[in-house]
């Protein structure tokens, strides 16, 4: 935003100026989708360039303060910009987890180095973030990994393997939680450093998955040096990093979170799962059949009561009525929700779902399908978020935990996974 202009724009004005600025340079979507999961490089490539125009335009980073390249504008405001943003491509694959989970986390525990250093990058499209944080030994019981940083004079020696890293691949850096005190109980011995991801030392893998993306990484790291500088908050308390960068997670990905800019249109990440539902029935001719008038009528109820259920929950949490652990609530209703319209989209394509011909308008939808489980899993699975309804929002007893308070080096744990050949 111009410097000569308001402390905080007008809303009515700020929507001008966006919409006008956006014919001006965005590309119109024409039909297509924005995506989050990336069909190959020069769609990452693309991505970049407009993450740039946006940056260059004064509309990067809305939320973001502006001494870190953002414009210290409001959550109303990235409201208004992404309802004006629908017609057009945006790089929403920046959007989680580098914008909504990564720079979010910098800006509470980054020093003023390291987030003058990244956050602009971040909002100009310079540099992608994923997050190394689930391991092959286990993801739910975080604090369990066993991926080691250890200190060699001023730097820190990293050994170990994550695994389901989105976009590891085309990322730039990560935040990667290694143990860097075994002789700690497992929540206390752990730090969260900033990682460069391609550099010697590191091997990126990529997954195929049944549906045909590699979209998911596996890393494995052999003695690779990290500065003293890139640890991120306190050494040895990678804990309340993590912590807080899972409150990030859930907040992106229960739709509270005020650095998302842009929709990708449909909720599904490639199409026919989700948002067309209405589409899915005049494609297959059954717009009276009163059974999918009924499935349709139940998604459109039960979109539109997960989008209440953001909005008073991030307002409980904004105003102090609710911990911000109640993120979990909405976090849990989406991962369902998406579940039950993912088996309405596949009850409505019916035979369609299984076998289609090239250019079927529901060909795909159990390709979606099978990704029908992600949003359970991502960011913590669906038992671990009611687990935290349960003890952080209601206050019912912590879980039993007989490795609590033992030194993670006396704690029995899965060994570190040999490399695949
Ligand atoms: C779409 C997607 C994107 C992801 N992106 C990333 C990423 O970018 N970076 C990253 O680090 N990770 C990522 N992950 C990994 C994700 O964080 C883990 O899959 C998740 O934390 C679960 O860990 P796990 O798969 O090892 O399952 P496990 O921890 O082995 O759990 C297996 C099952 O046991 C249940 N369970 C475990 N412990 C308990 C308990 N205490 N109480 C009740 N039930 C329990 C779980 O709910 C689950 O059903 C992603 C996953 C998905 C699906």
Request: charged share 20%; proline share 4%.
């Amino acid at each position: 935003m111009p410097e000569n202009l308001a402390e905080m724009e007008d809303l009515e004005a700020f929507r001008l100026r966006a919409r006008a600025w956006l014919a001006e340079s965005m590309p119109l979507l024409d039909g297509r989708t924005n995506h989050q999961i990336m069909a190959d490089d020069e769609e990452c490539v693309q991505a970049r360039a407009l993450q740039r125009i946006l940056f260059d335009g004064g509309f990067a980073g809305l939320c973001f303060p502006r001494e870190y390249g953002g414009q210290g504008l409001s959550r109303e405001h990235q409201s208004v910009f992404n309802q004006e943003s629908s017609p057009y491509e945006m790089p929403v694959v920046f959007n989680v987890p580098t914008f909504a989970i990564m720079a979010a986390t910098l800006l509470d525990f980054g020093t003023e180095e390291q987030k003058k250093r990244h956050i602009p990058a971040m909002l100009s499209g310079e540099e992608m973030w994923v997050q190394f944080l689930s391991e092959p030994s286990g993801g739910s019981d975080l604090a369990g990994l066993v991926t080691r940083a250890t200190k060699d004079g001023d730097v820190y020696i990293l050994n170990g393997s994550k695994i389901w890293s989105s976009g590891a691949f085309r990322s730039d850096y990560a935040l990667c939680l290694a143990r860097t005190d075994g002789q700690a109980t497992k929540h206390r011995g752990l730090t969260c450093f900033i990682l460069k991801i391609h550099q010697p030392g590191i091997e990126v893998q990529r997954i195929m998955m049944v549906n045909g993306w590699n979209e998911f990484c596996q890393e494995f790291f052999d003695d690779v040096a990290i500065p003293e500088e890139n640890i991120v908050g306190a050494l040895n308390d990678g804990w309340t990093v993590a912590s807080r960068l899972l409150y990030h997670e859930r907040d992106a990905v229960g739709g509270g979170s005020k650095f998302i800019s842009g929709s990708s249109g449909h909720r599904g990440a490639q199409g026919a799962g989700r948002g067309d539902l209405v589409d899915l029935a005049h494609a297959t001719g059954s717009t009276q059949d009163p059974a999918v008038r009924q499935l349709i009528g139940e998604a459109r109820a039960l979109d539109l009561v997960g989008n209440q259920l953001i909005a008073r929950t991030t307002k409980g949490i904004m105003a102090g009525a609710l911990p911000e652990t109640a993120g979990s609530i909405p976090r849990l209703f989406m991962a369902t929700n998406t579940e039950r319209h993912h088996d309405i989209a596949l009850e409505i394509a019916g035979s369609h779902a299984g076998a289609w011909a090239e250019g079927d308008p529901s060909g795909g939808v159990g390709n979606e399908f099978l990704m029908r489980q992600g949003g359970s899993l991502g960011g913590g699975s669906n038992e671990m978020q009611r687990n935290i309804i349960s003890e952080r929002v209601l206050g019912m007893p912590r879980e039993f935990a007989a490795d609590k308070d033992m030194p993670f080096d006396e704690v029995r744990h899965n060994a570190s996974p040999s490399r695949p050949s």
